[in-house]
């Protein structure tokens, strides 16, 4: 196996978002601004405003993953904020802490930006990452790390698991018993068909017979 892989349902992020919310809580805090980190942070930010009731969500972007379960390097911020933060107390939200390199960056870019507080949040915190964040849905061991499949990412991870098995054409049914043994990925938590219909429909995988290729 070369790593594990697994498919995240909505009612996860529910309980997770939702953990999220009664830390903040139970710790009073009460921030101003909801700051989301994109890409993976944007939906789990979306959310937690929502719980809290706040209407101020702004987003920065930082890049460290690449492809599904690649790193890119060193974490670097790509998008900044055209907002004014002075004395406002901020909450940042992410998906997942796992190195802890996009969130310690986008911590110490909002924390120069001269806000009252800042405090940091993901659903997810694998322990032993380089930044613990204030707050967090569920807290991971590193044994318990995988590659976390948000519903929100589900094609573009799908797609970059799945076209290593796609030199030659490949049913559904094949790919399936691949991505099992190589990633453990439970595929019956989507519907694997119609993701890869959608995804030849963008002229990004060639059907032929019920089998797939990469182009």
């Given at each position: 196996?070369?790593?594990?892989?697994t498919?995240?349902?909505?009612?996860?992020?529910?309980?997770?978002?939702?953990?999220?919310?009664k830390?903040?809580?139970?710790?009073?805090?009460?921030?101003?601004?909801i700051i989301?980190?994109?890409?993976g942070?944007?939906?789990?930010?979306?959310?937690?405003?929502?719980?809290l009731?706040?209407?101020?969500?702004?987003?920065?972007?930082?890049?460290?993953?690449?492809?599904?379960?690649t790193?890119?390097?060193?974490?670097?911020l790509?998008?900044?904020?055209?907002?004014?933060?002075?004395g406002?107390?901020?909450?940042?939200?992410?998906?997942?802490?796992?190195?802890?390199?996009?969130?310690?960056?986008?911590?110490?870019?909002i924390?120069?930006?001269?806000?009252?507080?800042?405090?940091?949040?993901?659903m997810?915190?694998v322990?032993?990452?380089?930044y613990?964040?204030?707050?967090?849905g569920?807290?991971l061991?590193?044994?318990?790390?995988?590659?976390?499949?948000?519903?929100?990412?589900?094609?573009e991870?799908?797609?970059?698991l799945?076209?290593?098995?796609?030199?030659?054409?490949?049913?559904?049914?094949?790919?399936?018993?691949?991505?099992?043994?190589?990633?453990?990925?439970?595929?019956?938590?989507?519907?694997?068909?119609?993701?890869?219909?959608?995804?030849?429909?963008?002229k990004?995988?060639?059907k032929?017979?019920?089998?797939?290729?990469i182009?």
């Amino acid at each position: 196996m070369e790593f594990k892989a697994t498919y995240v349902s909505w009612n996860e992020i529910e309980e997770w978002t939702k953990g999220i919310m009664k830390m903040v809580i139970e710790d009073n805090y009460n921030p101003d601004i909801i700051i989301g980190i994109a890409r993976g942070g944007l939906v789990p930010s979306r959310m937690v405003a929502d719980y809290l009731f706040k209407k101020d969500l702004l987003s920065i972007k930082t890049e460290h993953w690449g492809l599904t379960a690649t790193m890119d390097g060193k974490a670097v911020l790509k998008e900044k904020l055209n907002y004014d933060i002075t004395g406002k107390k901020v909450l940042i939200v992410d998906d997942i802490t796992d190195t802890g390199e996009s969130m310690k960056l986008s911590y110490n870019y909002i924390k120069s930006l001269n806000p009252a507080t800042v405090k940091t949040t993901s659903m997810l915190y694998v322990n032993g990452s380089n930044y613990t964040p204030d707050y967090y849905g569920k807290g991971l061991s590193k044994e318990q790390w995988a590659w976390f499949i948000f519903p929100w990412n589900v094609y573009e991870d799908t797609y970059n698991l799945s076209k290593k098995f796609m030199e030659d054409p490949i049913d559904v049914e094949k790919l399936k018993e691949k991505l099992v043994e190589n990633y453990n990925l439970n595929v019956e938590d989507v519907n694997l068909s119609e993701v890869l219909e959608n995804i030849a429909s963008l002229k990004m995988l060639k059907k032929r017979e019920n089998k797939f290729s990469i182009l």
